[in-house]
C-alpha cells in the first residue's frame, strides 16, 4: 500500500496529508496512530516506535493523542457531555465537578456549551464534527489526528472546522496531521503539505511551495483539472471496438 | 471435482480458523472481564436491556407454553385416570426443560439479536476504533459488560418463565376445568426435586445464557463493518444461537437426567 514514505513532522506545526482517495494516506494515518504497524520500516510517534510497543505502552502513548475521525466517531448512547467527558472519566481520578468544568471548557472552545444535554442523533453534521473535535482535546494531547475533517459539511460548517482546527492547535501547542483531499480548505491553514499518489510522497512542501511545484499531479489536484496524470477514463479497450464499430469497419 | 474439494476444504479450514478466533476472543474476553465488576452499572445497565427489556415476551410466552401444556397435560392424564398428576407434569416440563430452552431461544432472538446490532453498529461507525484510539479497550470497556449482563440475566429470565408457565398450567387445569388445587400443588411439591430437576434447570439456563451471549457479542465484534455486514451478523447470531441451545440441551440432558431421574 505505502511505498518509500519518509515522512517528518515537527512539533507544533499542522501539515498536511494530501491526495485522492485510495492513495494511501488514511493507511498513514493509521501507522501514525499505531493502529497499524508498517511491515517494513518504522514509525516513529512522539519520540516512540511504535513497532517496540506493547500494550500499555501503546495505550500510554495513545493518550497523548487525540483523534477526530471522518464523521466524528460519537458515541451514540451517551450525551454530547458524556462523550466529552468519557477520557476524563477513563483515564483520570478527576471529581465530577471538575470534570464538568473542563467539559464546558472544551464545548465552549467548539461553541457548543448549550449542546451538553443533547444526543448525537440530534446534532448537525457540523454540530457532530465539532463535538468529537472536543472530546478530541478533552485531555490537552500532544499530537492530533484529523482523518478526513471537512468531507460532507456545509461551507458555514466547513469554515468553522477549519478556524478551530488552526485555533486549536495555537493554543494547545499541539502537532496536527490532517489527512483530507479538500484543497481549498486545507492550504490556507496547513504549516506544511505533502502529496502522495500510489502510495508515494510525490511533493512536499509549504503551502506556496506546492502551488508553484511544477508537479503534473499537484498542479491537476489543486486546480481540480478533470484529465490529467489521473486519467478521466478507467483503463478500457477502445470504445470503437466496445461498441462493434472496429469489426463492421 | 476438484474444484468441489478445494472448495470444501477451503470452507472447513475457515471454519476452524473462526473457532480458534472466537476461543481465544473468549479467553480474551474473561481476562479483560474486571471492569464489567469493578464498574458494575456498566453490567447492570446491560442486564436492564437485555434482562429487563425481554421480561414481557418471557413472561407472555412462558404463560401461553403452562396454558398449552396444562391442556394437553390433562387430556392424556385422564385417560389413565391420573390427572391429579398435571401439577407434577406442567412442573417438570418447564423446570428441566421448556423453562430454559424456550427462553434460551426468546431470549437469543430478543436480546442477541439486539447486542450484535448494537456491537455491529458501534464497530461500522467506527465507535469501538475512537474508544481503542482513546486508550480504552472496547472488549473490556463495551463486550465484557454486554456478555456478564447477558450471563447474568438468562437464568432469571428463565426461573420467570418457568415460574409464569406454572401459574399458566395452575389457570388451565385447576381454574378453568376443576382439577383438585391441593393434588396439584401437594403432588407437584413432593414431585420435583431442588437438586435434580431445579439446579439441573437452573445448570441449564446458566450455559444457554453464557453460549447465547458469548456468539452475539463475537458476531458484534466480528462483524463487517457495514449495514450488509452486521445485517449477516444478526442473522448468524439467532442461527447460531438457536442450533446451540438445542444441541446443548441434548448433551447437558443425556449428563444431567440418566440413570433413573
Redesign the interface.
Known amino acids: 500500500m505505502l511505498h518509500g514514505i519518509d515522512l517528518d513532522i515537527p512539533r507544533g506545526k499542522v501539515v498536511a496529508v494530501m491526495g485522492q482517495s485510495g492513495c494511501g494516506k488514511t493507511t498513514l494515518l493509521r501507522i501514525i496512530a499505531a493502529a497499524l504497524l508498517p511491515t517494513r520500516g518504522r514509525a516513529r510517534v512522539l519520540g516512540q516506535v511504535t513497532g517496540d510497543l506493547d500494550r500499555d505502552a501503546l495505550y500510554a502513548l495513545r493518550r497523548r493523542m487525540g483523534m477526530l475521525y471522518q464523521f466524528g466517531a460519537l458515541f451514540t448512547d451517551m450525551t454530547v457531555f458524556d462523550n466529552v467527558a468519557f477520557q476524563m472519566r477513563e483515564h483520570t481520578n478527576l471529581p465530577e465537578d471538575a470534570i464538568r468544568d473542563l467539559v464546558l471548557l472544551k464545548l465552549e472552545a467548539v461553541g457548543l456549551r448549550g449542546a451538553a444535554p443533547l444526543m448525537p442523533a440530534e446534532l448537525s453534521g457540523g454540530m457532530a464534527r465539532r463535538v468529537a473535535l472536543a472530546r478530541a482535546i478533552a485531555l490537552d494531547p500532544e499530537l492530533i489526528l484529523y482523518d478526513e475533517p471537512f468531507t460532507g459539511l456545509d461551507p458555514i460548517a466547513l469554515g468553522v472546522i477549519a478556524r478551530l482546527v488552526r485555533q486549536l492547535n495555537d493554543a494547545l501547542g499541539a502537532t496536527a496531521v490532517i489527512v483530507t483531499h479538500d484543497v481549498a480548505e486545507t492550504l490556507p491553514l496547513v504549516d506544511y503539505v505533502y502529496f502522495m499518489a500510489d502510495g508515494r510522497v510525490v511533493a512536499q512542501g509549504t503551502p506556496a511551495d506546492v502551488r508553484r511545484s511544477g508537479v503534473p499531479f499537484v498542479e491537476q489536484f489543486v486546480s481540480g483539472a478533470i484529465d490529467g496524470p489521473v486519467p478521466f477514463h478507467y483503463p478500457a479497450q477502445g470504445y470503437g471496438a466496445d461498441l462493434g464499430l472496429a469489426a463492421s469497419a | 471435482m476438484r474444484a468441489a474439494l478445494t472448495h470444501l476444504g477451503a470452507a472447513v479450514t475457515a471454519g476452524i480458523w473462526r473457532l480458534g478466533y472466537g476461543a481465544r476472543f473468549f479467553a480474551y474476553l474473561l481476562v479483560h472481564s474486571g471492569t464489567a465488576f469493578r464498574r458494575f452499572r456498566l453490567t447492570l445497565r446491560e442486564i436492564y436491556f437485555a434482562g429487563v427489556l425481554s421480561l414481557i415476551i418471557i413472561l407472555v410466552s412462558g404463560l401461553f407454553v403452562g396454558m398449552v401444556l396444562g391442556l394437553q397435560g390433562y387430556d392424556t392424564l385422564q385417560r389413565y385416570g391420573s390427572s391429579e398428576a398435571l401439577g407434577v407434569l406442567v412442573a417438570l416440563s418447564l423446570v428441566r426443560e421448556l423453562g430454559p430452552v424456550v427462553a434460551g431461544l426468546l431470549f437469543a432472538s430478543r436480546a442477541g439479536s439486539a447486542i450484535t446490532a448494537e456491537i455491529g453498529?458501534?464497530k461500522a461507525?467506527?465507535?469501538l476504533?475512537?474508544?481503542?484510539?482513546?486508550?480504552?479497550?472496547p472488549i473490556a470497556?463495551v463486550v465484557a459488560p454486554r456478555f456478564w449482563g447477558g450471563v447474568l440475566s438468562m437464568p432469571l429470565l428463565a426461573a420467570l418463565f418457568s415460574a409464569m408457565g406454572i401459574f399458566g398450567g395452575y389457570l388451565v387445569g385447576v381454574v378453568l376445568i376443576g382439577v383438585d388445587e391441593g393434588a396439584f400443588w401437594s403432588q407437584m411439591q413432593a414431585a420435583v426435586d431442588v437438586r435434580n430437576d431445579i439446579l439441573n434447570g437452573v445448570i441449564k439456563s446458566v450455559v444457554f445464557g453464557v453460549a447465547v451471549t458469548l456468539i452475539a457479542v463475537f458476531e458484534g465484534y466480528d462483524a463487517v463493518p457495514t449495514a450488509e455486514g452486521v445485517s449477516g451478523a444478526t442473522t448468524r447470531t439467532v442461527v447460531t444461537s438457536s442450533l446451540a441451545i438445542l444441541a446443548l440441551d441434548f448433551v447437558l440432558t443425556a449428563l444431567m437426567f440418566t440413570g433413573g431421574n
Open positions: 453498529l458501534m461507525t467506527e465507535q476504533s475512537a474508544m481503542e484510539m482513546m486508550a480504552v479497550d470497556r
